[in-house]
């Protein structure tokens, strides 16, 4: 019968047994809940009077020794917690004590690498995940093909938090080291596919919701459109680039106001999206300044380049843990792509940003990484805690190809339209300045046909030109008023 303190339910479960002088046997129980019938493996480790006891010095978990790592998870961050190790001892001995004195030859002078291992994208089996667990459970293999994120101190807290990644397996597992007897022994690994194989809505084999798809089919659709023809039909390209920026502002502003349904609240996005895309193209047609609305599309490649440069490494580096400190660069590193030229500049952000809507929309049927680049930010926005998080994500073949596909698609769309628009005027003009020149000259020029003729309607002008001929051809005088 199970007993408190010498077992465990969990997944990814271990236990660790001290041996006694003399002691060759040992025993250990493994059972199912309720009887169920589960698929496992099983490691054992075996280590010696000098290698760290990991967990030993556990005040928070039920095991007297706790190897393990306990794993949280919800849609922004994955949150790893574990007990502290206390330094080796012999057989038989009584343990070296954990809080009574900090020195060289207590555990404070253990170390703890923190690792990461990702799984194949897209295989949610369970002979994948068994076969990684094997490949990485020991300190040798661990340091062989995972990545190490960090190390801690002693005296830093037990817990990392990383960026969730639904739909992809991750493993993570804690070596402690003594760095005096260089030595080092492994914590129980633990997985994590940041989703739910029991539930039926939103769980692990059907990540993608429909509308989410729709939404972002359409979206992609409408990238491809603006990556090659963008800047020819410019209307159609304001109102992309302002149904993004008002579709993500109020997306965030819904999300971290309301509780409502998901369905719902992208529904209201599309809505304020379409409303926002109106807004630009009536502001151009209206005002005519060409400027202000470049400037606004400029924006939109400032607020990808600035994403894409916290994708990177660069985005894990400890200073940017202030929330203060990676806003400001980022709001700086935003505006330095508007100052480019008008023409240039426009068709760059038709290319790069129509492209990466396409990434966007193959995502929503197909898990790729790229799609972190702006969704890091988005969690950003919506969860305070979210800067504690690592958002290292895995790079594998299927992120390689669409690289690739961004890359030529950007490209091609960029040559295209500059080659196509290098006899053209830089921008069109705005329909209604148009219309208020064309009426000023019709006031004015009295030597233009139009300045004596009414400003109605072709069809009514013509119509009354007929019913003056009849008049004329039957002898009468009278004046047609109009």
Not at 210 to 225: D, P
Not at 321 to 332: A, L, M, Q
Request: a neutral charge; glycine letters at 8%; charged letters at 15%.
């Amino acid at each position: 019968m199970p007993g408190i303190g010498l077992s465990l339910t969990a997944v990814d479960s271990g236990l660790l047994s001290p041996l006694i002088p003399g002691q060759t046997k040992l025993s250990w129980f493994l059972l199912a809940p309720d009887g169920d019938s589960v698929a496992g493996t099983g490691v054992i480790l075996p280590y010696t009077s000098s290698d760290p006891v990991p967990g030993a010095c556990n005040l928070a978990f039920d095991l007297d020794i706790d190897p393990n790592i306990y794993l949280h998870y919800n849609i922004f961050e994955t949150t790893i917690r574990f007990g502290p190790a206390n330094i080796g001892y012999s057989r038989g001995s009584n343990p070296p004590a954990c809080d009574t004195e900090v020195g060289e030859n207590t555990r404070w002078r253990l170390r703890y690498d923190i690792y990461q291992y990702f799984l194949p994208e897209s295989d949610l089996s369970e002979q994948s995940l068994i076969t990684s667990i094997q490949s990485v459970a020991n300190v040798q293999t661990m340091r062989e093909h995972g990545k190490r994120v960090m190390t801690l101190s002693s005296n830093d807290k037990t817990e990392v938090v990383f960026s969730s990644i639904p739909g992809q397996g991750v493993i993570y597992s804690v070596i402690v080291r003594d760095p005096v007897l260089n030595t080092s022994s492994s914590y129980i690994p633990v997985h994590t596919y940041a989703c739910s194989f029991s539930s039926t809505l939103d769980g692990c084999d059907n990540l993608g919701k429909i509308s989410t798809r729709i939404f972002f089919t359409i979206t992609g659709l409408a990238g491809l459109f603006v990556c090659f023809f963008g800047h020819r039909f410019f209307k159609c390209e304001l109102f992309c680039m302002g149904f993004g920026f008002a579709a993500f502002l109020f997306f965030v502003l819904i999300t971290r106001t309301t509780k409502l349904d998901y369905d719902i609240r992208l529904t209201l996005t599309a809505v304020i999206g379409v409303v926002g895309g109106v807004i630009l193209v009536m502001s151009w047609w209206r005002f005519g300044s060409v400027m202000s609305c470049v400037v606004a599309v400029g924006l939109m490649l400032g607020f990808l380049i600035s994403s894409i440069v916290f994708f990177t490494p660069v985005g894990d580096i400890q200073v940017f843990r202030s929330n203060v400190v990676f806003w400001v660069t980022f709001s700086c590193i935003v505006p330095f792509n508007v100052s480019g030229g008008c023409l240039t500049g426009n068709i760059t952000t038709c290319g790069v940003a129509g492209a990466y809507a396409v990434v966007l929309a193959v995502n929503a049927y197909i898990y790729t990484s790229l799609s972190y680049i702006t969704l890091n930010i988005l969690k950003r926005f919506l969860n305070d805690n979210f800067s504690k998080a690592f958002t290292d994500v895995p790079f594998q073949d299927i992120d390689f190809i669409m690289i690739t596909v961004w890359v030529v698609l950007g490209v091609s769309g960029i040559v295209l339209q500059l080659y196509r628009e290098r006899t053209r005027p830089f921008f069109p003009p705005s329909p209604y300045l148009m219309w208020l020149q064309e009426r000023e000259r019709r006031k004015t020029n009295v030597l233009d046909p139009s300045h004596h003729t009414s400003s109605l309607p072709s069809r009514l002008l013509a119509r009354a030109r007929q019913l003056t001929g009849r008049r004329e051809s039957a002898g009468e005088c009278t004046p047609l008023l109009l």
